[in-house]
């Protein structure tokens, strides 16, 4: 089965930390993708970047201001919940004040 793992990142985690802090970080992103059940993923530019759309309107930025972003995600392949679970707790926003949303993908909508 298709999972997301749907990345939510504090965006003030990394302040203070030094470059050799974050590139350690990145390392660790990167190293998600030597799992052969990682498929793809994507880091999402800041979320002053972001347009947003709800029935005819469109606004610039957050749509909410909230404590967490969203700031990427993963979609990987694990047999069941338990073992996409596995992969989700290798993400470092979870150690740095984020979260990690486990979803299946609805494989009837997808190509």
């Not at 990345?7 to 965006?11: C, E, G, R, T």
């Given at each position: 089965m298709r999972y997301a793992l749907l990345?939510?990142?504090?965006?003030n985690a990394q302040d203070g930390t030094s470059e050799e802090e974050r590139a350690a970080?990145?390392?660790e992103y990167m190293a998600m993708y030597?799992?052969?059940r990682v498929h793809s993923g994507a880091h999402l530019k800041g979320i002053e970047t972001a347009t947003v759309v709800r029935d005819?309107?469109?606004t610039d930025g957050p749509f909410a201001?909230?404590?967490e972003i969203f700031g990427g995600f993963f979609l990987i392949e694990a047999a069941d919940l338990d073992g996409a679970l596995e992969i989700a707790k290798r993400v470092p926003a979870t150690r740095a004040g984020g979260?990690?949303?486990?979803?299946?993908?609805?494989?009837?909508?997808?190509?």
């Open positions: 990345i939510y990142v504090d965006p970080v990145t390392r030597e799992d052969e005819d309107l469109v201001n909230t404590k979260a990690v949303e486990v979803r299946p993908i609805n494989s009837e909508h997808t190509r």
